[in-house]
């Protein structure tokens, strides 16, 4: 087994050297053909099968997170979508025919082809440091770019571990990894790119659109939370619970698609707070603190902020709160809150905390959840077929699982992306290969069409009746 080597920050003087070394690679255009695409994306397949243990011993030391945890959501997570991305590239990256709506229009053969953007950076985040960081890599790869990687400083030894296996087994020439926090962001941002892909905070994701839009730069950003869950009268509160507090729980709730707060009908309120205890317990039988299934908030930092949260908060706290700082241990915490403008309502928590906020009817949940914030990155409504219907039409997010908590990220063939403020642009299967991919239209004027468009030559006079 490799071990987790330690990380060493990118001397800021040497990345425009690096860029300018991965840049001038894709303008030898090696990385265009499927074949190098598809050696490389297998490749790093197997450089995450060889280091699964040293990628599970980066998450538990960075997050806490347990092996169940990690094998979901980060390796098995990269690994099925490289699988899934090396099975269809074949077919994504044939040119395709656009529909043809005139006789004329015919003979030219209007094309599609699919061209990579280029050279691409790709700012990773922390929480799920494996996943959000190779997740965007793979669709890079499977588009022909080159790409610098800057993994998440706050991750550090997953940080490591990845820029261990790109370096071992990928081409040097064309892939690599940065590393730092600002100063070398700021360094590499200075730099000229064909695509940015950020993942991270709305306050940063501005900062990257601010400076990509200085040289006319695509961005794709992935942001933010502050996701309602609603509970109406005719849900399951057993169901309810289970599944929402999971979403809480996973990654200490450090999860950009979990639930930011609950909006329930008064009338299942009771049922489902003693619904929550049970499934706390069921889950965690020998308690939070002892279970190995249960991860850690990051760093100091985060979890003084998240201790913050709860301490200025105007709400009830039913269940948890037990915290311990030396250990980063916060255990999930459902609050009752009957101030909408508390801060557990309208800042993203991002951590365990499960703010809950009693509501009279559906349309009252609706008209607080796009009050609270009208573009969240999702939605979770439970209730009958209608009332999740009625939700989806009422309300925007970047997408929405019905009856559950975030289920609709993890669907590799559904794009995933924000709206509004919680993002733009999506990614996952076909959209990863999409988001580095442009699609350049084209068309093929044969000769013999002479005779067909020498009407369109001057002089003009006498044509127009000939349309
Ligand atoms: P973070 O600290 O990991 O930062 C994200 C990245 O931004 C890091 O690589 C960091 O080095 C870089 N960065 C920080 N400051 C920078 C600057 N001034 N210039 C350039 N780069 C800079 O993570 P975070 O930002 O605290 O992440 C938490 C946020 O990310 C939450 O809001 C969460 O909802 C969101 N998030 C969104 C998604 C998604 O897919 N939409 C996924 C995960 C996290």
């Keep these: 087994m490799e071990k987790v080597p330690d990380l060493q920050f990118t001397p800021a003087e040497d990345i425009p050297e690096v860029v300018n070394r991965i840049r001038s690679t894709f303008h030898s255009h090696k990385t265009r053909s499927v074949e190098y695409r598809l050696t490389q994306l297998r490749k790093l397949y197997w450089g995450l099968k060889d280091n699964e243990a040293a ?14 945890e990690t094998y979901l959501t980060e390796i098995g997570w990269c690994e099925n979508d490289i699988i899934f991305m090396c099975k269809n590239l074949p077919k994504w990256v044939k040119d395709e025919s656009a529909p043809n709506i005139s006789l004329t229009n ?20 922390y929480n799920f440091p494996i996943q959000l960081s190779l997740g965007p890599f793979i669709g890079a790869i499977a588009a022909g770019c080159t790409a610098v990687l800057k993994p998440s400083e706050n991750a550090p030894a997953a940080a490591a571990v990845m820029e261990m296996i790109i370096k071992d087994y990928l081409d040097p ?10 100063p070398e962001s700021t360094a590499l941002l200075d730099q000229k790119w064909d695509k940015i892909f ?20 695509p961005v794709t950003l992935e942001l933010g939370g502050r996701n309602p869950a609603i509970i109406t009268k005719h849900a399951d509160p057993r169901l309810a619970a289970r599944r929402l507090l999971w979403a809480k729980l996973l990654n200490a709730g450090q999860v950009c698609v ?36 249960y991860g850690r908030i990051v760093n100091e930092r985060q979890w003084q902020r998240l201790k913050k949260m709860l301490d200025q908060s105007s709400g009830k706290i039913l269940l948890g709160g037990t915290m311990d700082e030396k250990e980063k241990f916060l255990e999930p915490t459902v609050v009752q809150v009957d101030d909408p403008t508390d801060s557990l309502m309208v800042d993203e928590s991002f951590g365990p905390l499960i703010p809950i906020y009693p509501v009279n009817d559906l349309d009252e949940a609706i008209k607080m959840a796009n ?47 924000g709206v509004g403020s919680s993002g733009s642009g999506a990614y996952r299967g076909k959209a990863s ?30 044509k127009i009746k000939q349309f």
């Design 433 to 462: 290969f999409d988001s580095f991919t442009h699609r350049r239209s084209y068309t093929t004027t044969p000769g013999w069409m002479e005779g067909l468009l020498k009407i369109r030559y001057p002089p003009y006079a006498g």
């Design 55 to 68: 990628v599970v011993e980066a998450c538990k030391r960075d997050l806490g997170k347990s092996h169940f």
């Design 173 to 182: 020439s064309a892939y690599t990894v940065v590393q730092g926090g600002i």
């Design 371 to 417: 009050e609270v914030h009208d573009t969240p990155l999702g939605i979770y409504p439970f209730g009958t077929k209608q009332e999740a219907m009625k939700v989806l039409n009422e309300t925007r997010s970047g997408g929405a699982s019905i009856n559950d908590g975030f289920f609709h990220a993890s669907i590799p063939t559904l794009a995933f992306g």
């Design 106 to 125: 015919r003979p030219v053969a209007p094309k599609i082809k699919k061209d990579p953007m280029g050279t691409v950076l790709i700012i990773g985040a």
């Design 198 to 217: 950020y993942t991270g905070s709305a306050g940063v994701g501005t900062i990257i659109a601010k400076k990509a839009a200085e040289t006319l730069t």
């Design 258 to 293: 979990s639930q930011n707060y609950i909006l329930v009908d008064r009338e299942i309120l009771p049922a489902f707070l003693e619904e929550l205890k049970k499934a706390q317990q069921e889950f965690f039988p020998q308690g939070v603190k002892n279970s190995p299934d």
